[in-house]
């Protein structure tokens, strides 16, 4: 019994292998850019417009909303990450509803890469917020000694979101592979439907999280510039 | 399940191209439409609001228009209404002087018309008593009749008063032609003897006397100079009579009249 897309290899030469993840994660990346490409060409700026514009533009200032009540002051310069962050767990998760699919989102690889570019990506918005030296001083906060433990937070949490993720999803995966031997015709239907639920708020939980620690790293820099005022 | 690390990196990669990809096809276009969407709507929002206050404003200047259109109105109507009862006043007056006018003419007209009539109906009266008197007259002409012309003509010039003989021996020494005497048959030499000696002895001169016949003047007999006349006919009696006849005048004659009358 396969647990991972990954081991379900369509090409392999040395270190270069092409699995079902990167098949599947690439089908989703076309469908994605696809549709966008499409209901973004017809886009108007009139006060009644396409249903499809008015799905997608519920989702986008929700998500604008969602980074914005976080903590996050321009919220357009986190969407390009945190929503596609989204748009790509909660799709590929969405899409189990589809026969003989399995989801990207249920591989360690990928998950990994997902958290990993969030590792990466919190330093990243921390420093172009605030600068280098200033990011770096969160690590030692509030005390010098405190540097390791941060170290560990950063990298247990991250481990968190690839363990997390993962594991629901293939759980869920799991489940309804293993219910379909035992109880082929109704509990799986059921199990898909609560996968479905489990895809969108891990989806959810993610970016989530994603933004929480992104914001988490821009305040803490802004917070130590703003002058400290004792209550009287 | 183990961590395929090319795989790692490919999704890596895969993420990034799907973060810049989305962003250039996604997010960018739909919140630039969002954004020129909210620019229209608050433009026209704000347009909206500057129509409002221009709206409220022509509204108040129409309101204050209406009002000052209201007075001049009213102000308006009060003038007409005054103008119409002064110009009532005015047509009012006219007609009433029109009609006292009017009025006065007609009396005036009325009082024309009645003089006339009489006028008509004396000089009709006259001529019927002429006619009467001259047939009359005519019938009883006889030689003693016109003595006793004579006689009452004398009678006459004996009876006038002194300022009267002064007057005519005035007008007769004034005057270089002779008395005339007219009559309306010829006098006999008798006669005209008489006359001549009762004026002589009247006027105490030497009169000139000339003698004419007029057969207008029936039963009468005339002496006039230049500028003076005595006569008598019938005229005079005639005259009396008029003023007695109340159909003539329309009015009742005076005691005096119709006591000069019966005199």
């Known amino acids: 019994m396969k647990l991972s897309p990954d081991e379900t290899i369509f090409w392999e030469y040395g270190f270069f292998t092409i699995n079902l993840t990167l098949v599947t994660t690439w089908g989703i990346m076309l469908l994605l850019i696809i549709s966008a490409v499409i209901i973004t060409r017809q886009l108007r700026t009139d006060v009644q417009i396409s249903g499809w514009q008015s799905f997608l533009e519920i989702l986008v200032t929700g998500i604008n909303k969602q980074i914005e009540e976080v903590g996050l002051k321009q919220p357009a310069h986190y969407i390009g990450f945190i929503g596609t962050l989204f748009l790509f767990i909660a799709t590929a998760n969405l899409l189990i509803i589809l026969p003989w699919y399995e989801p990207p989102t249920g591989s360690l690889s990928t998950t990994a890469a997902l958290s990993i570019c969030v590792l990466f990506a919190v330093p990243f918005f921390g420093i172009q917020k605030n600068g280098f030296v200033a990011y770096l001083k969160t690590y030692v906060e509030p005390a010098a000694f405190m540097l390791p433990f941060n170290i560990i937070g950063k990298v247990s949490r991250t481990l968190a979101l690839t363990i997390r993720l993962f594991g629901n999803i293939m759980s869920g995966g799991l489940i309804i592979a293993i219910l379909l031997t035992i109880a082929p015709l109704l509990f799986p239907v059921i199990m898909t439907g609560l996968g479905l639920l489990t895809g969108m708020v891990q989806a959810y939980i993610f970016s989530i999280l994603a933004t929480v620690y992104i914001a988490a790293a821009v305040r803490e820099s802004e917070r130590r510039e703003m002058p400290i005022t004792q209550p009287k | ?263």
């Open chain 2, 1 to 263: 399940m183990e961590i395929n690390w090319f795989t790692v990196v490919a999704q890596v990669i895969n993420f990034i191209i799907l973060v810049w990809l989305l962003k250039r096809f996604l997010y960018k276009p739909i919140l630039k439409a969002i954004e020129d969407r909210e620019n229209k709507i608050v433009a026209q929002l704000e347009d909206a609001e500057a129509k409002k206050v221009e709206a409220k404003a022509e509204r108040e200047e129409f309101q204050q228009k209406n009002t000052s259109f209201d007075e001049q109105k009213k102000e308006l109507l009060a003038n007409a209404t005054s103008d119409a009862a002064d110009h009532r006043q005015e047509l009012f007056d006219n007609a009433r002087t029109e009609a006292a006018q009017l009025s006065k003419k007609l009396a005036t007209a009325a009082e024309e018309q009645r003089h006339s009539e009489q006028k008509t109906h004396r000089q009709k009266i006259q001529q019927e008593v002429y006619g009467i008197a001259r047939k009359a007259l005519f019938d009883l002409a006889t030689v003693s009749l016109e003595e006793q012309l004579t006689q009452s003509f004398i009678k006459r010039l004996n009876a006038l008063t002194k300022a009267e003989v002064k007057q005519l021996k005035t007008a007769f020494t004034g005057s270089s032609r002779p008395l005339v005497v007219r009559s309306a048959v010829a006098l006999s030499e008798a006669q005209r003897q008489a006359l001549k000696q009762s004026l002589d002895e009247l006027l105490a001169i030497e009169t000139s006397l000339s003698f004419e016949v007029v057969p207008a003047l029936i039963g009468g007999m005339e002496l006039s100079t230049q500028d003076y006349k005595i006569a008598w006919n019938i005229s005079a009696y005639l005259r009396g009579f008029e003023k007695v006849v109340p159909a003539l005048n329309g009015q009742q004659p005076t005691n005096q009249e119709l006591k000069e009358y019966h005199v």
